[in-house]
């Protein structure tokens, strides 16, 4: 019985330390922006450890009242390339009057020894433009 306990207790540790984010995001966008605003949304990247390797940031808009002017980035792209947590700063330009929603999607991979597996974390944030 008691081995069994420990087991069960075992899978349930390992599979928490499993479900530990290796990336996350963190958005900012401007108080304000009105037509024809040229800004920068800044996103913040945590990377684990494991996590520090290259990295795919893309952001992209859902809706018409603001553009993201450069729609990929890479960790070299970042303030700091090996500050923790990275700073990326996407430009983007308010296109009309209403609401867009910003997403910030992070590709990397995790890797432990000689083993890596393909890791990701998204973002978003609302971007009203008056």
Same mark, same amino acid.
């Given at each position: 019985?008691? &081995?069994?306990?420990?087991?069960?207790?075992?899978? $349930?540790?390992?599979?928490?330390?499993?479900?530990?984010?290796?990336? +996350?995001? &963190?958005?900012?966008?401007?108080?304000?922006? @009105?037509?024809? %605003?040229?800004?920068?949304?800044?996103?913040?990247?945590?990377?684990?450890?494991?996590? /520090?390797?290259?990295? $795919?940031?893309?952001?992209?808009? %859902?809706?018409?009242? !603001? %553009? !993201? !002017?450069?729609?990929?980035?890479?960790?070299?792209?970042?303030?700091?390339?090996?500050? %923790?947590? $990275?700073?990326?700063?996407?430009?983007?330009?308010?296109?009309?009057?209403?609401?867009?929603? $910003?997403?910030? &999607?992070?590709?990397? @991979?995790?890797?432990?020894?000689? /083993?890596? +597996?393909?890791?990701?974390?998204?973002? +978003?944030?609302?971007?009203?433009?008056?």
């Amino acid at each position: 019985m008691r &081995r069994a306990l420990a087991l069960l207790v075992g899978m $349930l540790a390992g599979s928490a330390a499993a479900q530990t984010p290796a990336l +996350t995001v &963190r958005i900012e966008t401007p108080q304000q922006m @009105h037509p024809g %605003d040229h800004a920068e949304i800044v996103a913040y990247v945590h990377a684990e450890d494991a996590a /520090r390797g290259p990295l $795919l940031v893309t952001p992209s808009i %859902d809706g018409a009242a !603001v %553009d !993201v !002017v450069r729609g990929r980035l890479f960790r070299f792209d970042a303030d700091d390339p090996d500050a %923790d947590p $990275l700073r990326f700063r996407v430009p983007v330009l308010a296109r009309s009057i209403g609401t867009a929603v $910003l997403s910030v &999607r992070v590709i990397g @991979h995790a890797c432990e020894g000689s /083993r890596c +597996t393909p890791v990701d974390a998204e973002s +978003t944030a609302r971007i009203d433009v008056r």
